[in-house]
Nanobody, 121 residues
Framework: EVQLVESGGGLVQAGGSLRLSCAASGFTFDDYTIGWFRQAPGKEREGVSCITGSHGRTYYSDSVKGRFTISSDNAKNMVYLQMNSLEPEDTAVYYC??????????????WGQGTQVTVSS
């Protein structure tokens, strides 16, 4: 059974940092791509970043480029999202998701339950 479990969300002041973690199980990590998405109240879900398991290629949305860094530990089936210089606009529920093959474009097949990130001004 594929499972994705996010952790690391919380409340932080603008300019601060958080590191989100995604623990993946039930599949061969190297064959999958892991993406981070977020959804703020009243807004559509937005793709934030992704990393391919086999080659470690990364993608960032323009809104987070230069501030967020995605990384993975394939041996532990973990993906991390280091978020620096956080802004109130980054407030959202953050989800990790997984899909087969080394391609960041949706759709994704499996989703975690999400973790709340709140950035105060």
């Amino acid at each position: 059974e594929v499972q994705l479990v996010e952790s690391g969300g919380g409340l932080v002041q603008a300019g601060g940092s958080l590191r989100l973690s995604c623990a993946a199980s039930g599949f061969t990590f190297d064959d999958y791509t892991i993406g981070w998405f977020r959804q703020a109240p009243g807004k559509e879900r937005e793709g934030v970043s992704c990393i391919t398991g086999s080659h470690g290629r990364t993608y960032y949305s323009d809104s987070v480029k230069g501030r967020f860094t995605i990384s993975s530990d394939n041996a532990k089936n973990m993906v991390y999202l280091q978020m620096n210089s956080l802004e109130p606009e980054d407030t959202a529920v953050y989800y990790c998701a997984a899909k087969r093959w080394a391609l960041c474009a949706p759709p994704y097949d499996y989703w975690g339950q999400g973790t709340q990130v709140t950035v105060s001004s």
